[in-house]
């Protein structure tokens, strides 16, 4: 498998790599564990930390719920780095959606969030289970599992 990670560098973890992780997935476990044993640092940009937050709260029954929400909130407090969507970001994003646009190929708004707030933070590389919007954003690197 080809890594675009370079030593040193931090990694973006998308929402749907996390939810996998978190789920078990064999495949999300066994890249979390090749990003740790790479001299990376993990970040998760707020708007992942958003999606995960609102998913952990979705079920129905109060015990369940806090569960899953206590998972998820453990999961982020071990995870170094919490990037917000600032107006760099706000910035970065608009640039490529217009790009996109222009070209006739919009990208969903979340995605284009996530990887903007990577971006503008200095990072390229993500990792993530739907590669196809972050694909189509120039000068991101994506990484699948």
């Known amino acids: ?18 939810i996998d992780f978190l789920a078990g ?9 090749e990003l740790e044993e790479e001299i990376v640092t993990l970040a998760v940009p ?4 958003y999606e995960l937050l609102v998913l952990s709260s979705a079920d129905r029954q109060p015990e369940r ?8 909130e453990t999961l982020l407090s071990r995870l170094p ?7 760099r970001a706000a910035r970065l994003a608009a640039d490529i959606q217009r790009a996109n646009y222009a070209r ?5 708004v979340r995605d284009l969030l ?8 200095g990072c390229n590389t993500i990792v993530t289970r739907n590669k196809r919007d ?12």
Do not use: C
Request: no cysteine.
């Open 1 to 18: 498998m080809e890594h675009w990670v370079e030593p040193m560098t931090t990694v973006a973890l998308d929402t749907s790599f996390l």
């Open 65 to 72: 719920q806090q569960k899953a929400l206590n998972i998820v």
């Open 114 to 121: 996530i990887a903007a707030t990577a971006m503008s933070n």
């Open 25 to 33: 997935d064999r495949a999300a476990k066994r890249k979390m564990q």
């Open 46 to 49: 707020s708007i992942v930390a």
């Open 81 to 87: 780095i919490l990037w917000p969507f600032d107006r």
């Open 134 to 145: 972050f694909e189509r954003i120039e000068g991101v690197h994506v990484e699948s599992y």
């Open 104 to 108: 006739g190929t919009p990208l969903s």
